[in-house]
């Protein structure tokens, strides 16, 4: 079959793989039809590894995406031939104390061992077929596409966020970052039933993007202004919860600043140096809870009912359409587009 | 100044009452605009009495109000003559150890000492001023009107509800019971992004009602069927939260039924014997929460926003207009009317 | 190997049956040290069924247990030949979809599919040897012996009532029912820092029992006794939590009464009739939440803690050994000294 | 009455002052008997402010205190002449929006308006009597000294990191600092059940103190003795939760290393300079709550409840004992001692 696979540095190349075994127990095969270029895979190309993760010997890149079960394996009675699915990209390799600690916790996401795609050594989804785990592929109702489907994956980031803040229905809500993963977080305090949702960016042209999916303010400019424009819809109190997206100390810093006494700041956003300067005092005197979110867990179905009952709506977040044979230009346009592509969506079939 | 006093059973006459003194210290004299009519104002015209509070000396009725600030007492600094605001019916006395206990925790539904408009011996607000704490006022926006204004104290059951269950986005919720309460719940649900919300009743124009607002099926059945629907839509799961609403056992035991194992019903109606015969078993072998709850709080500030976001609209509940000297006509058309009115409304100016 | 095995009512015999096979992948296989002598065992013993649960063939009963590995499965890297163990005897099996959601969500307790000892179909404990999923297994460390580690499982619904409660330190904490739960109950409350610990029984050996290992009040009469002890140590509030471990509409009743407004009470005993009156007018005025709770989850890396460190002493309710081979007179003397018998142990060695 | 009125810098003189007026509604006026030493009183007799706070006119200083009821003001009914109390040292001013919005979400700390003992321009209570809200004192049973009393409040710090970390029984927890705060915080996580509590400093003696209040583990080490002696204990995961009482960088990047994925960081030591470099990744990677504490609200019951139990004693951190008029001394002694003073406390009388 056809794979995309990251050879080095800006080296991806479309060739022949072999196709995987039959399902084993409890896994189905899945023939991909969409899947997304997510800003890691992206890195991966340009960098060839992120953080402690490096790309060593040849991997196939993609872990957003989605399919139809082609086989079975035994043991699995929820799916069968022909079933539309999004498959979530981490299965829990359950081999050591810690990781069944996590998982018997529901806490799977933070497994020291997991299985994810497209993260070395595993190999990710750019290909035909894959074999998954069946328990971590969610079957699509007739409403919602394949390529919506594939957007789940993107929008767990956003669902696990505004769970976890928690954002509650009236809440005011800062973005700082109106990339992929700002939008996607913006789409999911939207339905969470946040009443005033302000995001931050420099580019104008994401901004526009914001807007246009219910942004209730977009502000390009700095912690100040953030911060006035919250406090002017909040009686001067601050929002309640502030989701930094952006990966920059100073996005850190406004998302901080616009947040209220006893509010919340999720942290998405990975800074390109570990470190940042943080204002310890600052967070003790109004009580402001830092709670960093690594991946999501149990996302999945609150994504599948979130499409398919129409309150969000992820179609307008998709920039651009690739097929398999052009994901190498498709990342280089990714690149080159950064500004105005929030996604990309590559057709396997 | 008018107002609407109860002086026995069925026995509502509007007639003059002493203006209120001017505003204590921290207090703001409200000219009130609109009022509704609630089924406890109802049950106390029919039957005197609610339970323990009886109707003991003339009372004026009516806690579901919105009016204009007329004077602001020493002590306050937000508010304004002019200002438009929604009143808080319920503003605690914190005049012993258990009272500031809940106050303290923040759960001041609990006080045992409570002024309570229409709640014996504490007049209501079906008359031209009244004088309240400024901090249970709440300042309404210019895009939300004073009838809809009232509408946030019937609306508050529902925001508490949905806040304590907690209701989720992607949830499934069943509602027993699609009167006022029910239906308010029902919004209540959306705004908190369930995205399957079923609803009972026996009347089918109420059940009609939910479904132009927003209901995702209606059941006019028992708990067979509303268990057989809640779990269609859930993979056979059930609802993730039930909303007892009516006030009978029978509603109760379908609340239970269609509820998953881990969910939370949350339990409003008062049925009118005040043992229910429940499934304890049952309960325990599926872990489900009986969670009930007493009025709300902290809800206004949240009503204040769902409407002025438009992510609630309570304008298509408003079944009946009156004018203040006609209250005892429309207590007469609610009680004749129970299956189609859902809120009437009196214009108290 | 030799085990004891119920063939009908009160038809328990001690007899040989296979050994098991060598563990799976992911198993440990159990050399069987000491063996609980659980409640549920004896009704077994006494009616040859729990609720919906029927003993229809031949059954080895017990599953509070504690062993030796005594053979490691392949994949099994934190344990090895010769390690003391507690077993969890509820193992999920992950082959539905409603399984895998409860198992996802770090509730497993409620996974519809779940093998258990000595819950029928599936064979406890009262044997030489077992095979059981490795994860399930909970190391003892020096200064826990066997003995101790089989009171892990009771101690274990006393740890899940106080976190799900949860009692928190300083906590005054209403338990109706002195028998084995509710006196693991009693213990557990203690470590999680309850101050008040009143408990009621009708009988007074128990009571006595519970005096000793910290009950500050012990009560031996009803509602209205337990009410008023509640009272006077809480300024007139009422306990923060009741936990009804009795499993009478009666003991329900006293403990919901008890229980300040705003509190919670948690079910663990399941009343002979499946249904109970309750009063839900008086839930409701009062904001009482009912958490019923199912077994337990994550709670063995507790018990083992809390015995290791000292905190929990469950050595004074071991009331009476026995041998395996004499099982049988066991069940007879539990069935006949319910009032003063707390835990029976079975050496199985 | 006599008082120890800071006058500046180093300048802090027992004078005469007027006594309090006759206590308002709703107060108590309480004659003082005990009065502890405070860091933040120390601080401000250091340098004669606390970050934004300076002390612009001569000010009494003191705030951990308690005392004897000696007159009741009009509408308190649960107090009484030579009731023994011990005071928290603040009470709301709900004179705005903004406290208010934070008093009736029982979270009173935030509250931007607050009157606090030794606040400027707050005076304190190193004086004979003072006026107090009612409702901000809390009664001593019998078998509560009025030293211990006094201790409530640095008590309050330990009590309040422990509940919204939380702690939990059988949880580890791991505490950077061991002075006077990180001792308060060892206490109560012991209280609520922790079993492994690890303490850092560099100080021996204080190490010494901490294990004689119960410390399992005394680290005079960094970040990575600390990091080991946490996994060791918990089986390679990390401590359940750390709470960071030293105010220092170094220690912040101790506690959060020594804590587990999914773990939470409590933050109460203020860096001398507000900034501080966190590495963000690493609490995004591995998920960790960074809770900041700001004083803390409703602990004065659940203190009351620990001493007079028995859970916990403060009187080993009692250091040294000095009348009203040493008050200066005192604060020397303090200054002088740091590393073997714990507690120091003014018997006002």
């Known amino acids: 079959m056809s794979a995309a696979v990251l050879h080095g540095t800006r080296d991806l190349r479309v060739e022949q793989v072999p196709l995987p075994p039959p399902p084993a127990r409890g896994e189905v095969q899945v023939h991909i039809a969409k899947v997304g270029i997510c800003g890691s895979d992206v890195h991966y190309f340009e960098h060839g590894r992120i953080g402690d993760f490096v790309v060593e010997k040849p991997m196939i890149l993609g ?24 498959i979530e990209p981490g299965v829990p390799r359950l081999s050591n104390f810690a990781s069944n600690y996590y998982m018997k916790q529901g806490r799977y996401n933070l ?71 700002g939008l996607m977080n913006l789409l999911a305090c939207r339905a969470a039933g946040a009443t005033n949702i302000l995001i931050s960016d420099l580019v104008e042209s994401r901004l526009e993007v914001a807007q246009q999916i219910g942004a209730t303010a977009t502000i390009r400019g700095g912690a100040d202004e953030l911060k006035a424009a919250a406090h002017e819809v909040t009686n001067g109190l601050g929002a309640d919860v502030s989701i930094e997206c952006a990966g920059h100390p100073s996005a850190l810093r406004a998302a901080i600043g616009a947040c209220r006494a006893g509010g919340t700041v999720v942290l998405i956003g990975m800074p390109p140096e570990d470190s940042a300067p943080i204002n310890v005092n600052d967070l003790i005197v109004r009580e ?6 690594f991946r999501y867990n149990n996302t999945f179905p609150t ?35 950064r500004a105005t592509c929030v996604k990309a969506i590559v057709d396997v079939e």
């Open 63 to 86: 872990h957003e995406c989605s399919g139809v079960v082609a086989q079975v394996g035994e043991g699995v009675s929820h799916f069968k031939e022909g079933d539309r699915v999004a």
């Open 303 to 337: 994504g599948v009912e979130l499409l398919s009952s129409g309150k969000v709506d992820v179609k307008p977040l998709i920039s651009k359409r690739f097929s398999l044979a052009e994901v190498p230009q498709a990342f280089n346009y990714v690149l080159d587009n």
């Open 111 to 181: 497994c020291p061992d997991i299985f994810f795609f497209a993260t070395p050594p595993d190999n990710g989804s750019f290909c035909s077929f894959v074999n998954h785990n069946a328990d971590f592929c969610f079957k699509l109702p007739d409403n919602v596409s394949l390529e919506e489907g594939a957007m789940i994956e993107p929008l767990s980031t956003g669902i696990y966020a505004a769970r976890v803040a928690p954002v509650k229905m009236g809440d005011t809500v800062v973005i700082t970052g109106a990339g992929p993963i």
């Open 288 to 293: 402001i809870t830092l709670r960093p979110i």
